[in-house]
């Protein structure tokens, strides 16, 4: 709940900006000016970037005994409050192996949230250059040593937002709903499990959640990159865009068109297969549609989710703390339903849930608009489009009207496909006899990831009934 208030807040005040929002509360003691933070490049080249705080500054990282002592200024930011509402409605009837489940649910959700006073903090750079100018980076010390060099970058944080006096934040929810079954489904819908954390730490449960935050925690914050040599001579990035790392093991990003399928993501030799979800059950791939479209309507969830997806695929122990947006049933749901795969399904395990992390990520880095366009989207329009799209990659001259699919020949359904095309930068367009697309400068990876989310929609919807 912290990090979809403080992740609402950043998008309404400094979208694409520089500032990240903080996503847990124990990260605020971490983030003061020259501290340092570990910046994660991700598996596929569209993913949002982690940040991660650590217990040093750059001082700890230079040589030389002498300690550099920040100087920062201080001022008073704005006032901030804001309410946000959600409504969310479901069926889910599903059997995998031996578990099965049936859902009905309705639902909404507000989250009211006050920041009162916020004040911002910002280092003196040029004070913090002249005062490191003969400094060098101990390249023996352990956080060095243990960077993964393909993926991190070092940054020092140069300003911070926080709060002036006690504020909260609370969210309310209203539920109506009959289940049966073993899986918990019903935290796929999106806020249904709450949690009340006091300053104590005591996690109970209850259909609302207050959320008090004291004074003096920050709730964004901006980085400014190291490039580190291999001798240990350092830069700070100055100017907007640049980009840190060490040299030698700074990763070169590929050049990608808008419409390529890659072979390997962006940091190793992950391929782009979603042909292993063609692969697993019907039960399996109907009840993932499903939570997938649920959950597409509720951003914050889907990022989280695809957090604990990279968890899974990595081989890593989930820590249930660090995914307080994800209720207990959206993780056990989740985690049942690839433990089931990995017992019923005769296909390759890891395959089939990297393919589930592939989806799960081009969905989460697409725009909010064209999710809940694909949250509406039914199975034969999903599997129309993606047939629509694959004809449209493989020719590079406009195709004749009559490649358009059947269904999309229907204006409703076409202007749908209209929709979600112009949601990523891509115009569709069509005369009496021809039909072709112009891609947009600002497209970036928009296309290819919307792309990519069809295929594997498609993959799970194919053989599924329309509603």
């Known amino acids: 709940m912290f990090s979809k208030a403080t992740a609402n807040f950043v998008r309404q005040i400094d979208p694409e900006g520089s500032l990240i929002h903080v996503s847990r509360v124990n990260d605020s003691k971490k983030l003061f000016p020259m501290a340092l933070v570990v910046k994660r490049n991700r598996t596929w080249f569209w993913q949002k970037t982690k940040y991660q705080p650590t217990d040093f500054t750059l001082s700890d990282l230079l040589q030389g005994n002498t300690v550099l002592s920040p100087d920062v200024s201080e001022t008073e930011f704005l006032t901030y409050k804001g309410t946000f509402r959600d409504k969310l409605s479901g069926k889910l009837d599903t059997e995998i192996g031996s578990a099965s489940a049936t859902l009905e649910a309705q639902g909404s959700s507000k989250l009211q949230l006050s920041f009162g006073k916020l004040k911002k903090e910002e280092l003196n750079v040029k004070k913090l250059l002249q005062d490191s100018s003969s400094r060098l980076v101990d390249m023996q010390k352990p956080l060095v040593q243990q960077l993964e060099k393909i993926a991190d970058v070092l940054a020092v944080v140069k300003e911070r937002i926080l709060t002036t006096d006690s504020c909260s934040i609370t969210q309310m929810s209203k539920e109506q709903c009959t289940f049966q079954g073993i899986l918990g489904l019903l935290g796929m819908l999106g806020n249904s499990v709450k949690v009340c954390v006091n300053e104590s730490n005591n996690i109970e449960a209850d259909s609302d959640v207050s959320l008090e935050i004291p004074s003096g925690t920050v709730i964004a914050y901006s980085i400014l990159e190291l490039e580190i040599k291999k001798d240990g001579h350092y830069d700070i990035c100055l100017q907007p865009g640049t980009i840190g790392g060490i040299e030698a093991d700074s990763l070169v990003w590929p050049s990608h068109g808008p419409w390529d399928t890659v072979d390997a993501g962006c940091n190793g030799s992950q391929k782009m297969d979603l042909s292993p979800l063609a692969e697993l059950p019907q039960s399996t ?57 990995a017992e019923n399904s005769q296909c390759d395990f890891p395959a089939h849930q990297n393919a589930i992390y592939l989806l799960v990520s081009a969905l989460e880095a697409l725009p909010d608009q064209t999710l809940s366009l694909l949250s509406e989207s039914h199975p034969d329009f999903l599997e129309a489009f993606d047939t629509l799209m694959c004809r449209l990659k493989q020719s590079s001259k406009p195709l004749s009207i009559q490649c358009l699919p059947v269904l999309l020949q229907d204006n409703q359904a076409f202007q749908l496909a209209e929709q979600l095309l112009s949601s990523t930068n891509v115009a569709l367009k069509r005369d009496s006899h021809m039909l072709w697309m112009e891609t947009g400068n600002e497209a970036g990876a928009l296309p290819l990831v919307l792309c990519l989310s069809i295929q594997g929609l498609s993959l799970l919807c194919k053989g599924l009934v329309s509603a």
């Open 285 to 341: 791939r109907s009840t993932l549609f499903k939570i997938l479209q649920e959950t597409l309507r509720d951003p914050t969830a889907l990022s989280y989710m695809e957090c604990l997806l990279e968890e899974l695929c990595s081989g890593e122990t989930l820590n249930v703390a660090e995914h307080e947006e994800l209720s207990d049933s959206q993780m056990k749901s989740l985690s049942a339903l690839l433990d089931s795969q």
